[in-house]
């Protein structure tokens, strides 16, 4: 590959990477789904100046360790060493767009220059990996490190016959690292991935003796030097207890006999088909010519399968499932899927099963119809209406509160919402026209820039709706408001991670009824209660008497803070 073949590829995968992650990444305030949890742990890393030992509200924290807030840390330099939704944002963004180069580089030599321009493009359009690369969590760092360790080892075993030993040694040494990495991001769950992935790839592909050769002394050195040197440390510092609570309860207990999060054995599919859009027509047709073709000859698509099926079942067979737990598969989905594409639109290469491609593209124009009519609707008081009626019995209590405020929101934007349902609605019908002209490559072009367009969308409009229902530092400016500096809240039922990340107080958690009498009983002056409205008729029922300063004003937290005078 030479510099002029690749300059357009990269520079057009930094502007789709721009736009899907990037871009306006701070203008939304951190929400309870754990950021303002991560970015209040590095923050508390920073103003005491221990590293080692991650702490939330001032109290030990065993359940992750701690790669995630050193990078928030490091971010922090750019925002004067405090972690907000900028900084604590940008290393998911950032491993975003190094998963994307990650796909683009290290497949050069093994396909060609479409395919992994494509499977790079779909990454940075999926659905659930570009709305993690906004979220201040680990999941979607975590995930690239796996994907570059597998691809990594690809790349070894691939061109292992015509590699120097200095090679290997570089590859192998490479390899650990980032596989120990993975490690000290979310724990063990990193190198079962990676070994899980390797091992059955080389199971089918009849080559476990390819084992040995993966094995390097000073590899497994560096592996066990960066992996478990924290755990170690930690463990020298908390004692037992952190081993137990990290390894047996947050692990394997979690996996065996899961204690939240519960779902059942097929919830991954449509988690992954969702969040895969609007690529997963074309990985399940990809996935049906693998294996129906069974491309030994493609080892590349061959090992992606392998890894994706591996990462599926695993985690499909844990007792504790969420979304974001499947994150790691979509760098192997998204390699298989863009050769696929790159397969089937090149016109030199015969059309295998064209009828998968073509149901692929129309489903996505379907796709695209439907969501510009849902625009259409939703402009229309009578179907809305309708529409609203018909839905409610399926709605949850947020749904139906974000439906209420639909209406307002589009009479204020109405030009940009009638501007984006025509967009939307002409790019499923050009997906259609260029399916029946058979230009097969310019379908793959008009659904990604399509969804470039609604993530533009998304952005600049829906977004901001969002945070004026999930953001709780309204709230804690009241909070701030009404209490003194030094007044401590206590919290009971109800997450309070928004409100020690905002605030900067201490805010206790109390686990029953019970600790609440316990307190009123010890405090003498005023105590202030965080807690969510279903709980007030426990207080009501205790004669404990208190008074609504005020509430959260949002759903998503449907809490009240309470001042009771003993």
């Known amino acids: 590959m030479t510099k002029k073949n690749s ?32 970015a209040e742990i590095a923050q508390e890393m920073i103003e005491s100046n221990d590293y080692l030992v991650p702490k939330f509200n001032k109290e030990f924290l065993p359940w992750k360790p701690p790669l995630f807030h050193w990078m928030e840390c490091i971010a922090s330099v750019f925002t004067k060493k405090q972690v907000d939704s900028f900084s604590s944002r940008l290393p998911s963004s950032l491993s975003f767009l190094i998963g994307a180069f990650i796909i683009f580089f290290i497949l050069s030599g093994i396909t060609n220059i479409n395919s992994r321009f494509f499977a790079a493009i779909i990454f940075l359009t999926a659905n659930k990996s ?47 690292t980032v596989s120990a990495l993975a ?3 979310k724990g063990p769950a990193g190198i079962v991935l990676i070994t899980g992935g390797i091992f059955l790839f080389l199971l089918f592909d009849r080559n476990l ?11 497994l050195l560096i592996f066990v030097l960066i992996s478990s040197s924290w755990y170690l440390t930690i463990i020298f510092i908390k004692g037992k207890e952190f081993a137990y609570e990290f390894f047996i309860v947050q692990n394997i207990n979690r996996f065996f006999n899961a204690f939240d999060h519960k779902h059942p054995f097929t919830y991954y599919i449509a988690k992954f088909i969702g969040g895969f ?57 998204s390699i298989l899927t863009g050769i696929y594409i790159a397969e089937f ?3 030199s290469q015969k059309k295998v099963f064209p009828v998968l491609y073509k149901i692929s593209s129309f489903l996505n124009a379907t796709f695209f119809i439907i969501l510009a009519s849902l625009f ?51 790019t499923g019908i050009i997906i259609i026209v260029a399916l029946y002209k058979k230009r097969y490559l310019l379908t793959f072009y008009i659904t990604a820039f399509g969804i470039l367009f609604l993530n533009l969308f998304s952005v600049n409009m829906i977004t901001p709706l969002l945070d004026s229902q999930r953001s709780l530092k309204p709230f804690t400016l ?10 401590i809240v206590y919290s009971y039922g109800i997450g309070n991670e928004d409100l020690v990340y905002y605030s900067k107080r201490k805010v206790i958690s109390c686990q029953n009824i019970e600790d609440i009498k316990a307190v009123i009983e010890k405090k003498p002056d005023l105590i202030y209660i965080f807690t969510d409205k279903k709980y007030l008729q426990q207080f009501n029922d205790l004669n404990i008497k208190h008074k609504i300063l005020f509430d959260t004003g949002i759903q998503q937290l449907d809490g009240v803070l309470l001042r009771i005078d003993p």
């Open 478 to 487: 009241k909070v701030d408001d009404e209490l003194d500096k030094n007044d």
């Open 183 to 185: 490690v000290l991001a």
């Open 376 to 426: 259409f609707v939703f402009q229309n008081n009578s179907l809305q209406s309708f529409v609203y009626n018909i839905s409610l019995p399926h709605l949850s209590e947020f749904d139906q509160i974000m439906f209420e405020k639909i209406q307002p929101f589009i009479e204020k934007h109405s030009i940009a919402m009638l501007t984006t349902s025509f967009v939307i609605f002409f």
């Open 209 to 219: 003796s390819f084992i040995p050769k993966c094995i390097d002394l000073w590899g």
């Open 7 to 38: 300059i357009i590829p990269i520079l057009t995968i930094l502007i789709f990477w721009f736009i899907t992650s990037f871009y306006k990444i701070s203008d939304r305030d951190l929400w309870s789904t754990g950021e303002t949890r991560e």
């Open 277 to 333: 859009m609007p690529w997963s027509f074309f990985f399940i047709a990809g996935c049906i010519t693998t294996i129906n073709r069974r491309i030994y000859e493609k080892k590349i698509m061959f090992f992606s399968f392998m890894c994706f099926s591996f990462i599926f079942l695993f985690f499909s067979f844990s007792g504790s499932k969420r979304g974001v737990y499947i994150l790691p598969l979509y760098i192997s989905a």
């Open 345 to 347: 639109t090149d016109t």
């Open 130 to 176: 570009s709305w993690m690369s906004r979220v201040a969590q680990i999941d979607l760092m975590f995930s690239v490190l796996v994907g570059t360790a597998l691809l990594l080892f690809f790349r070894f075993y691939y061109f292992h016959q015509n590699l120097t030993e200095k090679q290997k040694k570089s590859y192998l040494l490479l390899f650990y």
